[in-house]
T-cell receptor, first 113, second 114 residues
Framework: DGGITQSPKYLFRKEGQNVTLSCEQN?????MYWYRQDPGQGLRLIYYSQIVNDFQKGDIAEGYSVSREKKESFPLTVTSAQKNPTAFYLCASSPGVFQETQYFGPGTRLLVL | RKEVEQDPGPFNVPEGATVAFNCTYSNSASQSFFWYRQDCRKEPKLLMSVYSSGNEDGRFTAQLNRASQYISLLIRDSKLSDSATYLCVVNNAQPTDSWGKLQFGAGTQVVVTP
């Protein structure tokens, strides 16, 4: 089955720790995205990537980093600089960056210990 | 002012009834619009796109009012399985933009009761 997978489903972070969220897609999509969802707020874009080895900051990139070494993979690292990391993180992909329909992974819920 | 605003609800709807709710957007140049459905603690899934004045898909009807800058979603003959949060999504990309930036509303919660 084609789709987007994210792991882990739940992740706990200690103070000062960097953690990495995995996102993999087998849809052969060029574009991939990371969003953060907080209660009562719409999804906010963290980073996006149009193509392998290229990525751009979204609206709330501070405290996060990404890489795009393979078309299928777009991992997100939440660094210790992100002071309020508790949120639901959603990865998405689309055939091209100008394709509006985005397909979402099941999400990772990050909690701070 | 938020770029995309929705009534958070909840809209409590008896099974079989009709429910409708709106979403307002601030950018008059917005080109395309979408409704996504999100179940509790799950990912959003595309429900329908709204490219012109509106469209219909089974029990769901979406309408676009460009003059007043809002889109609406109407659900007829509500089912228990329609209980979810409905996200309004607006694409503010212009022809000169290099990519289509989506703006998400915070969602409207619908609860269908037996």
């Amino acid at each position: 089955d084609g789709g987007i997978t994210q792991s882990p489903k739940y992740l706990f972070r200690k103070e000062g720790q960097n953690v990495t969220l995995s996102c993999e897609q087998n849809l052969n999509h060029d574009a991939m995205y990371w969003y953060r969802q907080d209660p009562g707020q719409g999804l906010r874009l963290i980073y996006y990537s149009q193509i392998v080895n290229d990525f751009q900051k979204g609206d709330i990139a501070e405290g996060y980093s990404v890489s795009r070494e393979k078309k299928e993979s777009f991992p997100l690292t939440v660094t210790s600089a992100q002071k309020n990391p508790t949120a639901f993180y959603l990865c998405a992909s689309s055939p091209g960056v100008f394709q509006e329909t985005q397909y979402f992974g099941p999400g990772t819920r990050l909690l701070v210990l | 002012r938020k770029e995309v605003e929705q009534d958070p609800g909840p809209f409590n709807v008896p099974e079989g009834a009709t429910v409708a709710f709106n979403c307002t957007y601030s950018n008059s140049a917005s080109q395309s619009f979408f409704w996504y459905r999100q179940d509790c603690r799950k990912e959003p899934k595309l429900l329908m796109s709204v490219y012109s004045s509106g469209n219909e898909d089974g029990r769901f009807t979406a309408q676009l009012n460009r003059a007043s800058q809002y889109i609406s979603l109407l659900i007829r003959d509500s089912k228990l399985s329609d209980s979810a949060t409905y996200l309004c999504v607006v694409n503010n990309a212009q022809p000169t933009d290099s990519w289509g930036k989506l703006q998400f509303g915070a969602g409207t919660q619908v609860v269908v009761t037996p």
